[in-house]
């Protein structure tokens, strides 16, 4: 069974520039999350999706980030425009469904430095 | 609203001895506990979740926790480290949202280093 797929990896870009993440979750997967993960610490959810619907993005700063999964599969977290504290690994993750028993399974992360 | 802490940054120890790693969590209701480890340039990997029933939980990888709901705590072990231990352990505590979520709040995490 594949994988949580991200891309790309590795992202560098200046302050005020955008960029945008892509993330395909396990096949068959209806729950999708972005989180942020700064260095040094523990993800935090950004916004979590089921299905094509948005069942939580209280923690997105939505002044600058928006995330869409326009088909209900693959999913987009872009950032526009980037600051510098938005230097983190952005790691993307899916479940079956949201129950508490099923287990997110999650994508190595894009890690972005912004300069 | 959902923490998690884990006091220790960092632990270092032998190959071949035991390992405990802590974490208290804060939670108005009956918590859902799980703990990850992620390895360098990887995602998460979880090793064992609680919900309910027997408090010691047993999971992948020989790594066992405990839940103690008087202490809040979840203190996760292993009887004998290898150095592939080596990485950064996260708990978290899920919780339920509009009876269509499931939202994990985690921990700092803690950074094992295992010496030789």
């Known amino acids: 069974e594949a994988g949580v797929a991200q891309s790309p990896r590795y992202k560098i870009i200046e302050k005020r520039q955008s960029v945008a993440f892509w993330c395909n979750p396990i096949?068959?997967?209806?729950?999708l999350y972005w989180y942020q993960q700064i260095l040094g610490q523990g993800p935090k959810l950004l916004i979590q999706?089921?299905?094509?619907?948005?069942?939580?993005d209280s923690q997105l700063p939505k002044d600058r980030f928006s995330a869409e999964r326009l088909k209900g599969v693959d999913s987009t977290l872009k950032i526009q425009p980037a600051k510098l504290e938005d230097s983190a690994v952005y790691l993307c993750?899916?479940?079956?469904?949201?129950?508490?028993?099923?287990?997110?399974?999650f994508g190595p992360g894009t890690r972005l430095t912004v300069t | 609203a959902q923490s998690v802490t884990q006091p220790d940054i960092h632990i270092t120890v032998s190959e071949g001895a035991s390992l405990e790693l802590r974490c208290n969590y804060s939670?108005?209701?009956?918590?859902?506990l799980f703990w990850y480890v992620q390895s360098p340039g990887q995602g998460l990997q979880l090793l064992l979740k609680?919900?309910?029933?027997?408090?010691l939980v047993q999971g992948i990888k020989g790594f066992e926790a405990e839940f103690k709901r008087s202490q809040s705590s979840f203190n996760l072990r292993k009887p004998s480290v290898h150095w592939s231990d080596a990485a950064e352990y996260f708990c978290?505590?899920?919780?339920?949202?509009?009876?269509?979520?499931?939202?994990?709040?985690f921990g700092g995490g803690t950074r094992v280093l295992v010496k030789p």
């Open positions: 939670y108005g209701a009956t918590p859902y």
């Open positions: 999706f089921q299905n094509n619907g948005v069942v939580d």
């Open positions: 993750a899916s479940s079956f469904s949201t129950g508490h028993s099923y287990e997110q399974y």
């Open positions: 609680y919900f309910s029933g027997d408090t």
């Open positions: 096949s068959g997967h209806a729950t």
């Open positions: 978290a505590v899920g919780a339920m949202i509009k009876a269509a979520g499931n939202k994990l709040t």
